[in-house]
T-cell receptor
């Protein structure tokens, strides 16, 4: 069963706008990771945030983690056409190291 | 640096046929994984190998077998393919059997069973 669920399922924005997507999970985690998947390609690791961290940045990406609400958000600032992809959150449970993936958010950036 | 290489990229099988999906990584990673991706369901773990010489079942292992041939290679075998195994299969690797490492994924094998 999936540990994480992304919201929304799909998102369409104009180039230059910010894109925000959320991930909720069910049980305690050690870390949460975000991945990007371009159409027909494999997943690419974007960022990892540990359970004792609240926010991390990487370039135009900002990830927050709220363990009390069991949720995380991924913000992509100043979006570009190349950001068009599916984004997945993945969680590693506190007692297990294998990643469990959500169903993903499909982001379309319009020129 | 090729990362994780999967072969073949596409395959069509008839029900009951067998095949092996190959995966190799050149990053000296210890752990390797096989996932399947179906529409609307994200990725589900089939089998994993924490280190050379060990393999364990994941969430959906039925109908599959694996072999960790050496540190670089981790293959997935379908002994008798069924239409329910139509999916995109991804191999991934990570540095250690531990927490806090991102996975590196291959580009996938798109399998259709008719």
């Amino acid at each position: 069963s999936q540990q994480g669920e992304e919201d929304p399922q799909a998102l369409s924005i104009q180039e230059g706008e910010n894109a925000t997507m959320n991930c909720s999970y069910k049980t305690s985690i050690n870390n949460l990771q975000w991945y990007r998947q371009n159409s027909g390609r494999g997943l690419v690791h974007l960022i990892l945030i540990r359970s004792n961290e609240r926010e991390k940045h990487s370039g135009r990406l900002r990830v927050t983690l709220d363990t009390s609400k069991k949720s995380s958000s991924l913000l992509i600032t100043a979006s570009r056409a190349a950001d068009t992809a599916s984004y997945f959150c993945a969680t590693a449970l506190s007692n297990d190291y294998k990643l469990s993936f959500g169903a993903g958010t499909t982001v379309t950036v319009r020129a | 640096n090729a990362g994780v290489t999967q072969t073949p990229k596409f395959q069509v099988l008839k029900t009951g046929q067998s095949m092996t999906l190959q995966c190799a990584q050149d990053m000296n990673h210890n752990s390797m994984y096989w996932y399947r991706q179906d529409p609307g369901m994200g990725l589900r773990l089939i089998y994993y190998s924490a280190s050379e010489g060990t393999t364990d079942k994941g969430e959906v292992p039925n109908g599959y077998n694996v072999s960790r041939l050496n540190k670089r290679e981790f293959s997935l075998r379908l002994e008798s393919a069924a239409p329910s195994q139509t999916s995109v299969y991804f191999c991934a690797s990570s540095p250690l059997t531990g927490l806090g490492y991102g996975y590196t994924f291959g580009s996938g094998t798109r399998l259709t069973v008719v």
